[in-house]
Structures are given as C-alpha cells and as structure tokens.
C-alpha cells in the first residue's frame, strides 16, 4: 500500500489549501483515513480523519485548533481523501502526514497515531504572516 500525498506550499495567512492522499495497492471501504502534522522538534499532532459509520454513512473527526477551518471528504471511486484547509494561520505551518486504519475508528482512538497502519510521505504547508 502507498499513500501519495499533495497539495502543500506556501499561502498567506487567511488563504486557502486542498491536501489530496490517493491510496494505491488496496482499496479502503470500511476504514479510516486521516492527517497528523508535525514540526520539527515537536509530536505529532492530529488534525482530521473521516470514519466508516456503517452503510454509506462516513463520520469526521477534528482537532480542536482546525475544526470550523478545515473539512474533510472522500472519493471512494478514486480512493484519495482531502484535507480542505481554509483561513489558514501561521500555526497551522508543519508537514502533514496522510494515515489510513484498517480499521473503522471513533472517537476514542481517532486521534491516536499508533492506530493507523499505513502512512504516507508529507506535504509541506508553510503559513506565511
């Protein structure tokens, strides 16, 4: 399984970026996918996942710093994910990482990193003041 992440670079504070994560060597369905980022010298941190909630129903999950700022979607033709990022700020500067569960997470355990199997290369996003 590889996970192929784009989309970064450099935006002004208050712009706008769509991080895309195409999975290839397996299809997910009944899964999880999701972001962390991370800066130099510090962990990881979650920022958003979208859950498998049963049937066709998909449920996502944010960080405290991002929600009302980023969104999530699915395109399970296509099996890549996007992280929507608008009203960026200088903090949200890090590498972000796309992950996939084999697993279907909630809320409990979305945010955990050791919950994910499968991790992609990051994508740089740099927030400029």
């Known amino acids: 399984v590889q996970l192929q992440a784009s989309g970064g670079g450099l935006v002004q504070a208050g712009g706008s970026l769509r991080l895309s994560c195409a999975a290839s060597?397996?299809?997910?369905?009944?899964?999880?996918e999701g972001w962390f980022r991370q800066v130099p010298g510090k962990e990881r941190q979650f920022v958003a996942a979208i859950s498998w909630n049963g049937g066709s129903m998909y449920y996502t999950y944010f960080s405290d710093s991002v929600k009302g700022r980023f969104s999530m979607s699915r395109d399970s033709a296509n099996n890549t994910v996007y992280l929507q990022m608008s009203s960026l700020k200088p903090e949200d500067t890090a590498a972000y990482y796309c992950v996939v569960s084999e697993r279907s997470l909630g809320d409990t355990n979305v945010r955990s990193p050791s919950q994910y199997n499968y991790w992609g290369q990051g994508t740089q996003v740099t927030v400029s003041s």
């Open positions: 060597g397996r299809t997910f369905s009944r899964s999880s």
